[in-house]
């Protein structure tokens, strides 16, 4: 927005503007740390519902998928209801939503008031955003846009340190009620404050088909993914129907989208070379990311017995590195091959995961930490390069559909790894634990152990968990080393893109990156 185009929105100045800032970014915030706040808390959710900790999973997963598939109709509904009413309503589904998610039941009911969560959760953060840069005059864009993306970043260090305490002092439930009191006064502050900036609303064709086409073939692939490992995978005929409804739904809606006059994703993008790769790039590594950061506080609190609290102080220890690297990393971008920066990134987070392949079960909070700690810092080295190269490869017309693909895709991704991440865990836990069970000689432990003073179903107590134990540990040494593959092999594939023109980012990446911390 130039200074030509700015018109200044009813009395939205001074105090009046600042508090219109502040409610965009708070609701902003709410939503990152809802993202973030419930990755810690799983083992409390999976032991308090009496399902498996691969079930729990999909409490993440949900609310990925569901924001994947409303990220790229936000313009369109913003369109049609206008930014500040559609703003408003999806906060009030949220916070409802919230409420429902808090007082669930049973898995079921919580996956499905998760979904809720986010489709409503979905337009939330590019409409802030948006009504941030409508409400400031031009010259002042820049420092909205910085306390916008503070919270971004801020969320995702707070969010797992909330998480554990609230899961550990009060009860899980209470990490979706903490919305409550923010959905609404966010709720009634913007309906106040923000009315004088309503957009205009016309009806706008909505691609029906491209809409129903994506939301069966995803819905499909993720069921596949997150019930595969109940039903053991192909030798159900319920997984091997979602899987060809996957592939044909999937199929079908390329070929409709390649068509359609007006698409809900416009997948003719990829016909940019620099735009594909980067955007494949940026998929599998945000996959094999977001794989990570839903492992580990599993990881170290059923094996390490880590309480809530402590996983999310471990987990958090990321943010920090993010929040001080991302600006420095913003400006290396316009001076430097950002090939170059991605690359080095992803290749440091190959590293960072190659050293979790060796955690053993009596790892202390710093030999855990650490990899964590440098993750921090690899990650703008990959993120902000990467969504450079993607949006610096079309054209400015099509910069908006780009931005929106690359999230879909960015969002699909992470779900999707986490799914296959924590399957891989659970299954090859089984192997590990098979192989260990034939290997040991459990007579000869328990007598020792007998000897040693413990009782006969004692011993078995315990050479069981001890087993189970070294089964996950290793379980997870190998997932990790999976995923430190798939790390070279994005860090790989960024260099078939050409090499990009060297300009500063601006703002069109600022949401794109700032939502990875999530």
């Known amino acids: 927005m130039n200074n030509s185009n700015y018109v200044p929105f009813g009395d939205l100045k ?31 959710i999976t032991g308090s519902l009496a399902v498996s900790s691969s079930q729990g999973t999909w409490v993440i997963t949900s609310y990925a998928v569901a924001e994947a598939i409303c990220v790229p109709l936000t313009g369109w509904l913003a369109g049609r209801f206008g930014a500040v009413r559609l ?23 919580l996956v499905f008031c998760r979904i809720g969560q986010g489709l409503f959760g979905g337009p939330i953060m590019p409409l802030s955003q948006t009504l941030l840069m409508r409400i ?51 709720a009634i502050a913007a309906l106040r404050l923000l009315k004088p900036a309503e957009t205009l609303i016309s009806k706008i064709r909505i691609d029906t ?47 409709w989208e390649m068509t359609e006059q007006h698409p809900v994703v416009n997948i003719q993008i990829f016909r940019y070379r620099g735009f594909t790769f980067s955007v494949l790039s940026l998929a599998f590594a945000f996959g ?34 993010s929040l001080l690297m991302s600006p420095i990393v913003a400006k290396m971008a316009t001076k430097y091959d950002q090939r170059i920066l991605a690359s080095f990134g992803l290749s440091l987070l190959a590293v960072v995961t190659l050293m979790r392949a060796f955690w053993t079960t009596d790892a202390d909070f710093m030999a855990l930490a650490w990899p964590q700690i440098l ?45 296959i991440a924590v399957t891989l865990w659970d299954d090859h836990a089984k ?74 980012g601006g703002g069109s990446h600022v949401h794109s990156c700032s939502s990875l911390m999530t």
């Open 288 to 321: 094999a990311f977001f794989s990570s950061i839903v492992l580990i506080p599993q990881w170290v609190q059923i094996n390490l017995g880590y309480t809530a609290t402590w996983a999310g102080y471990l987990t958090a220890t990321m943010g920090f590195g």
């Open 431 to 504: 192997v590990a634990r098979s192989e260990m069970v034939s290997n040991l000689h459990v007579d000869e432990v328990q007598n020792t152990l007998t000897q040693a003073g413990v009782s006969s179903q004692g011993a078995l107590g315990y050479i069981s968990s001890l087993v189970d134990k070294e089964a996950l540990t290793l379980s997870a040494n190998h997932v990790f080393l999976i995923l430190a593959m798939v790390f070279v092999f994005a860090a790989l594939i960024v260099w078939l893109a050409p090499r990009p023109k060297l300009r500063t």
């Open 136 to 186: 400031f005059p031009p010259e002042k864009q820049s420092q909205a846009m910085g306390m916008w993306a503070m919270t971004t970043v801020v969320g995702p260090i707070l969010g797992p340190i909330l998480g554990g305490t609230i899961s550990d002092n009060l009860s899980w439930h209470w990490i979706f009620f903490i919305n409550i009191p923010v959905g609404i006064f966010c």
């Open 209 to 255: 088909i491209g809409l129903f086409l994506l939301i069966l073939w995803i819905g499909a692939l993720q069921l596949m993914l997150d019930l595969g490992h109940e039903n053991d995978w192909f030798n159900s005929t319920f997984i091997c129907v979602l899987a060809v409804i996957t592939v044909v739904g999937l199929v079908l809606f390329i070929i």
């Open 375 to 419: 993750q921090g810092f690899a990650v703008p080295f990959f993120f902000i390069p990467l969504s450079n190269m993607a949006l610096a490869s079309v054209q400015p017309h099509e910069m908006a559909s780009a931005a929106g693909l690359m999230n879909f895709l960015r969002t699909m991704a992470g779900a999707i790894g986490a799914s």
């Open 87 to 109: 703003f408003v309503i999806s906060l009030i589904g949220f916070t409802a939503f919230s409420i429902l998610c808090g007082l669930s039941t049973s898995l079921e009911m």
């Open 14 to 44: 001074g105090g009046r503007l600042i508090l219109a800032a502040f409610v965009l970014a708070l609701a902003n915030f709410m939503v990152v740390l809802d993202m973030t706040i419930a990755n810690v808390s799983v083992p409390h």
